[in-house]
């Protein structure tokens, strides 16, 4: 799975936050993950950024 980069996160979101920085983008994602129940869809990869990995669901 492709692992995204907190750069690269901030960089699409950079018009969305007031104050871009790192540390803004770990919050966001603390909420993410709040809002889909607790459950780990979306892992952090220490040092560099996240990834998500869900089940692959097929139809």
């Known amino acids: 799975m ?3 980069s907190r750069e ?3 960089g699409s979101c ?3 936050l007031a104050e871009g ?6 919050t966001h994602m603390k909420n993410i993950r709040a809002k889909l129940g607790g459950v780990e869809w979306i892992e952090t990869v220490r040092g ?3 990834r998500f990995v869900g089940k692959a669901v097929q139809s």
Do not use: A, P, W
Request: aromatic residues 16%.
């Open 2 to 4: 492709m692992v995204v």
């Open 8 to 10: 690269q996160l901030l």
């Open 14 to 16: 950079l018009d969305y």
């Open 21 to 26: 920085s790192e540390r803004s983008i770990n």
């Open 48 to 50: 560099f950024g996240y």
